[in-house]
């Protein structure tokens, strides 16, 4: 199998809550390589979430190492970071986090201004990928008059604005009925199919889960299992 | 890219409208301040300078010491016409006359009035006078060497501001008991108390007044091309001779117009920095106002740095767009400070010009209005420099926690 593309090796995050210390992540390993469509399950408290910000290059670990693409992400600066992430990894959240005071149209072209993509080639591209996500027709609306799916649909454009070859979802589905639960997951299954996007899915939701080709289970910070 | 920050700061501006407003206020109470203080200020120091200008820089004024310039009439020491044979024997001096202030009791049908009475010489020395007074008589003529108990009324009396009825030319006036005839009548000056005044020849003011040889104020004209510091400390020596004074201890003031100009000028420039430096202290409060706003903000939008960081913002991006932020929230006050500060300056002027103070004329030069929009922008961003560097400094995971 070729090199994976993130990789976690022996990954440590401890807390420090007063003078207590709180290990989330224990010695925790982990590949993931290129096309790989992977849901990380557990309950709260198991260091998912923890997992997911290592997975997404959001924090550093205690100890160990996390690799993306090869290079161990605590030799980066803050900004180096910032901007590989925007690279690489494209976030789609529970909450769908799209900036309120800006338009759909203008939350999916974000990204593009962060990496100071000009703007005409920034226009076409949050235009084509509106319309593929569906919402061609809503782009001039803020998030505030969006509904939750049409919210996430938004995101998930945003998410695929810079061609990152990393989708990392945490609860894609967590705030959304199960109607349009599915229809975001069948986006993000088109993602993976036609697109040959890498996929890490964050949930406690089996029936999010089974849509993986391998669910991580984990539990006190490390992984237990893996199911399929 | 700073194209697009400015365009996404002037969007979360005018979304937070409310809050917008609220945190400008202190910035335009005291831009507008400044704005209306400086233009009114402007427009008077024009108007005055171009009153001395007119004048010319070969005059000199005489006056007994402890006055200054429009306050005559109530000094200690006291200049007569013996001062003036001195002054007009003094070389370069081509001409020289002086004048006599009197408050003056005015009974004009049935009524009466106090006003200052002047002392205008009739004599060819009076003509120096008249070219710096820059007399112009809407009405009649001017005063001549054989009148005697002839007046000419300030415009003011003719306009019936003062008395109930018109004072006209031929008309009786009595002051200080005596019978005068209005000969003519004076244009507008401008100030409201000089187009009050009456004229009357020097020698009936003498006799009216029982003022044998005083006088307030003596003006001279030098001759073309002498050199007019030199001829004011000739004029000095001879008059500190003639009143036996040591140098140092005048009991007299000999000024050039310029000097005058000078002298105002610094005490306005002065009064005009206080005033300022007061009316700044509201724009120290609209710059802590703007960093307190900030600061909310960037608490508000804790979720949204980490959103913004998550997706590929640099600290760099982040503290740009709030400095931005901050610095349009600045000069947004500033854009209404200056038009309210502009609206109030030309109310004064209209206001002043309603008293009969014509000479006001609010100025709004453009290095004003820009000045003070890239002044109060400055003050947005410095305002938010701590706030910015707060947001830039939020780790994403942090932020992306934050409820």
């Given at each position: 199998m070729n090199k994976p593309i993130i990789e976690l090796k022996d990954v440590w995050k401890i807390y420090q809550i007063g003078h207590v210390k709180i290990p989330a992540l224990r010695g925790l390993s982990l590949s993931i390589h290129s096309g790989e469509f992977i849901a990380i399950m557990g309950k709260s408290g198991s260091g998912k979430s923890t997992l997911m910000n290592m997975v997404g290059c959001l924090d550093i670990p205690t100890k160990g190492r996390v690799n993306l693409y090869g290079d161990?992400?605590?030799?980066?600066t803050e900004s180096d970071l910032a901007q590989t992430r925007g690279k690489k990894i494209g976030f789609i959240f529970q909450k769908f986090?799209?900036?309120?005071?800006?338009t759909a149209f203008e939350n999916v072209m974000l990204p593009m201004i962060f990496q100071g993509i000009p703007f005409e080639e920034r226009k076409k591209k949050a235009q084509s990928l509106l319309s593929m996500v569906g919402l061609s027709e809503r782009s001039a609306h803020r998030p505030g008059e969006l509904s939750g799916g049409e919210q996430q649909r938004v995101a998930i454009a945003r998410s695929l604005a810079i061609d990152p070859e990393i989708i990392l979802a945490d609860e894609?589905?967590?705030?959304?009925?199960s109607k349009t639960g599915k229809m975001v997951m069948d986006l993000i299954i088109k993602l993976h199919k036609e697109q040959k996007k890498t996929i890490i899915i964050v949930t406690h939701d089996e029936d999010v889960a089974k849509y993986a080709q391998k669910i991580k289970v984990l539990r006190d910070g490390l992984v237990i299992g893996q199911k399929k | 890219m700073i194209k697009d920050y400015v365009k996404f700061a002037l969007k979360t501006l005018k979304v937070r409208k409310t809050r917008t407003f609220l945190t400008m206020l202190a910035v335009f109470i005291g831009i507008a301040a400044i704005v209306s203080l400086i233009s009114l200020g402007q427009g008077l120091e024009n108007a005055i300078s171009e009153q001395f200008e007119a004048l010319g820089t070969n005059k000199i004024m005489v006056s007994p010491a402890?006055?200054?310039?429009?306050?005559?009439?109530?000094?200690?020491s006291e200049i007569t016409e013996e001062d003036l044979d001195v002054i007009q024997k003094v070389s370069k001096v081509k001409q020289a006359g002086g004048m006599l202030y009197k408050m003056a009791r005015l009974e004009f049908d049935e009524e009466v009035q106090y006003t200052w009475a002047i002392g205008l010489p009739?004599?060819?020395?009076?003509d120096v006078i008249n070219e710096i007074a820059t007399f112009n008589y809407v009405t009649g003529r001017e005063l001549k060497?054989?009148?005697?108990?002839k007046v000419v009324v300030g415009i003011r009396l003719a306009e019936a501001d003062i008395f109930d009825k018109e004072v006209k030319v031929r008309d009786k006036l009595k002051i200080e008991g005596y019978e005068f005839k209005v000969v003519g009548g004076m244009g507008r000056i401008g100030n409201p108390e000089d187009d009050r005044q009456v004229y009357i020849p020097l020698e009936t003011a003498r006799e009216v007044f029982n003022e044998p040889d005083k006088l307030d104020i003596i003006m001279i004209e030098t001759t073309k091309g002498a050199s007019v510091p030199a001829v004011v400390e000739d004029i000095k020596k001879e008059l500190r001779d003639f009143r036996e004074v040591e140098e140092g201890e005048e009991d007299f003031n000999v000024q050039t117009f310029e000097e005058m100009m000078e002298t105002f000028a610094v005490v306005f420039t002065l009064v005009q920095a206080i005033l300022i430096g007061i009316a700044s202290i509201s724009l120290l409060v609209g710059g802590v106002s703007i960093m307190n706003t900030m600061y909310t903000s960037v608490l508000q939008r804790t979720r949204e740095i980490g959103v913004m960081k998550a997706i590929g913002a640099k600290n760099k991006d982040i503290w740009i767009l709030f400095i931005i932020e901050s610095g349009f929230l600045g000069m947004a006050g500033g854009i209404i400070g200056v038009l309210i500060g502009m609206g109030l300056a030309k109310l004064v002027e209209l206001a002043a010009f309603q008293q009969g103070i014509t000479i006001l004329k609010a100025q709004f030069p453009w290095y004003l209005i820009v000045g003070t929009l890239v002044f109060s922008f400055v003050i947005g961003c410095l305002s938010g420099l701590a706030p910015a560097y707060r947001a830039s400094k939020l780790k994403p995971v942090d932020a992306l926690r934050y409820e």
């Open positions: 161990d992400i605590a030799s980066f986090n799209l900036i309120p005071t800006l894609p589905t967590g705030n959304l009925d | 402890g006055t200054f310039f429009g306050a005559v009439g109530d000094s200690v009739t004599d060819e020395s009076g060497e054989s009148d005697k108990y």
